[in-house]
């Protein structure tokens, strides 16, 4: 197929150079896969149940996905070395940021409670699956959870194993280490708005976008393939962390977009899970924000126990499901949203966030065939369909 040459994927930011005879994409998977390979079977030899705990980790890492934070930060690294440079030192690198996005991943769907991921069950429903057909004692989602953390913290570890295998100066543990802190720190403060929405606005939720995503998927992996040429440039830092940052923002507004109102079976996920529970993503606290107050009233019921805070009623309104707002709520809720205008509001963030991105790139010293494919991944990212 086209899209399996180098030239076919040259439009979807894959390099020419570098990876042959291979797309960086395939030379990662394999890189992936002969790693996950070894790990399997050392788990294996210990128990059989371990293989099987090994295995299943592989599979959700090779569950699909964009492979951006590798793509990211091989421009990063390109945009320093040129395109002479031999791609294969620094591979064991680029891979483990994919072995760590899985740990985020993962860990994410358990505390989201979500049931699929890229158009599959997630690692917790895939453990409660396991549990049940086993005829194991106990409760199966319990088990699903606890099995679904330790596969999170074994791809975690696993990262770190894979990125002690490049050629690597000190300077890359540290940007990595720095973009750990930062996405964890950003998990939390997602978790925090979840049971404190009264707190939140839309500054806040920008805040989290920038450290639970903008740092992990695009500015620190950017900046983490410049650590890796060994070169200090203070001025190419400074560009991709700008750049870094106000795309990532940009790629998280369009999340909470496609949250909301994508195609389940174009984003992999279940349209509305951020309004089911409630999540105070951007674009809820700007719907908030425009609302009538009588939209307002709707859009801060608390989907634990449908109490209106914002017209002192103290009453409810909805009767609510166990596990949040129902499906007729999420519809209702959606259709606000979009009547307060934040969606469109939404997208002209998402325009300037790109705009900026794009002009910290200008007069970056860097190669430019990589300036030239981080501003074409810069609209591709932000853009994609719903």
């Keep these: 197929m086209a899209n399996d040459t180098l030239e076919g994927n040259r439009h979807r930011g894959i390099p020419r150079q570098g990876a042959s005879p291979h797309t960086l994409i395939d030379a990662i998977q394999g890189t992936l896969a002969d790693f996950l390979a070894a790990q399997i079977g050392s788990l294996d030899s210990i128990d059989p149940a ?14 699909g996905g964009k492979r951006l934070r590798p793509v990211f930060a091989y421009w990063g690294w390109r945009g320093s070395t040129g395109p002479g440079a031999p791609v294969e030192p620094v591979l064991p690198a680029f891979a483990a940021l994919e072995l760590m996005h899985t740990f985020a991943l993962i860990h994410d769907d358990v505390m989201d409670e979500s049931d699929t991921r890229r158009g599959r069950p997630t690692a917790h429903r895939i453990f409660a699956g396991q549990h049940e057909n086993d005829g194991s004692i106990g409760d199966p989602e319990r088990f699903g959870s606890s099995a679904a953390i330790l596969i999170g913290d074994l791809c975690l570890v696993w990262a770190d194993q894979l990125l002690a295998r490049s050629e690597a100066p000190p300077t890359v543990r540290a940007c990595y280490d720095r973009m750990r802190v930062e996405a964890i720190a950003g998990q939390y403060l997602d978790i925090l708005g979840e049971n404190q929405p009264g707190a939140w606005s839309v500054d806040r939720a920008l805040l989290v976008a920038r450290h639970k995503t903008a740092s992990y998927t695009i500015q620190r992996p950017l900046q983490l393939g410049l650590a890796l040429t060994g070169v200090v440039q203070p001025e190419t830092e400074q ?30 996920k279940p349209a509305g899970d951020d309004l089911r529970t409630g999540k105070p993503t951007a674009l809820l606290m700007l719907a908030r924000k425009l609302a009538t107050p009588a939209q307002r009233a709707e859009l801060t019921l608390d989907p634990a126990g449908a109490v209106n805070p914002a017209d002192g009623s103290g009453g409810s309104t909805y009767a609510l499901t166990e596990g949040g707002f129902s499906q007729a709520q999420i519809e209702r809720r959606a259709g606000i949203i979009a009547e307060t205008g934040a969606p469109a509001r939404l997208e002209a963030m998402i325009q300037e966030r790109v705009a900026d991105g794009v002009a910290a790139l200008a007069q970056a010293p860097i190669h430019e065939e990589a300036r030239a494919a981080l501003i074409e991944l810069a609209v591709r990212v932000t853009h994609r369909p719903a």
């Design 239 to 268: 560009a991709y962390g700008s750049y870094g940052l106000a795309v990532g923002e940009a790629f998280q507004l369009r999340d909470d977009l496609l949250g909301v109102y994508g195609d389940p079976a174009v984003t992999g």
């Design 50 to 63: 371990l293989g099987r705990f090994a295995r299943t980790a592989r599979d959700l890492v090779h569950a």
